[in-house]
């Protein structure tokens, strides 16, 4: 690889996010950032203006990186575009720098290279982040662990159903404090593979994992966890809701999302619990 990257910036109306998204990923990109309203931006990132998303592709070729602009221009000629040379970083080493292990609860979850760090008594999981949502970092993701351990520690033998599983993490967590049926099923098949790759890590093969529709998972489960984002978790509330026997824990919500997907789920009958907070992220608990 040569010693410097490109980065392809794509300023648009946000509608058009992610069929950009899907433009540049197939024009060859190493990887994309995406800011949007979504999610919150880290310190000192610029963000986008009202209505807009920022879409950013990392090529290391400039005949890829300028066939990809120049797709997208065609495509989105409302777009801003910017193409830039950047210095090549470490990337491995800087990206390992960013991946912290968390300590909640009973649980600590943390990336290969850091499990010497464990605390003693600690039930231990060890993520590999690679490309898919889940190290145990986000706030999103510690709030779920969150309310599995709590859960788990009133309810030995639950059975267990992760929606949208990432890198497994929830549905390991649950496992190894003593889930009986645990089932994760995601639609991207990274996910999936990464969840089996970490599954078999932990020592937790009975997990069942796949790619399966909500539709298609047999029978209902006393916790149900998803943690995806919240224009999804309001589509996918009557299937969610079917497979709830107890107690379903929803994240990937935003403080200002908070009202309308509480509102799709009391729709469908549950009772909103008590739930949690981090930062701008909210867990929504619910009771059948």
Known sequence: MSQTYLSLTVELPEEASEAVQDLIHESGALGLEVRDREAPLMPGVRGPNPGEAIIIGYFDERDTAESARDEVAASFPEARLTLDEQPQQDWSNEWKSLIKSVHVGRLWVGPPWDKANAPAGTVQLVIEPKMAFGTGDHP?????????????????????LDVGTGTGVLAIAAKKLGAGRTVATDNDPVCVELAQENQSENGTPDIEVSGKELTQVEGSFDLVLANILANTLIELAPLIVAKTKDRLVLAGVLAHQRA????????????????????????????R
């Open 260 to 287: 309308d997907v509480e509102a799709a789920y009391r729709n469908l009958g549950l009772t909103v619990l008590t739930g949690a907070t981090q930062g701008e992220w909210v867990r929504i608990d619910l009771q």
């Open 140 to 160: 999103t993701t510690s709030l779920c662990l969150a309310a599995v351990d709590a859960y788990m520690a009133e309810h030995p033998g639950a059975a267990v």
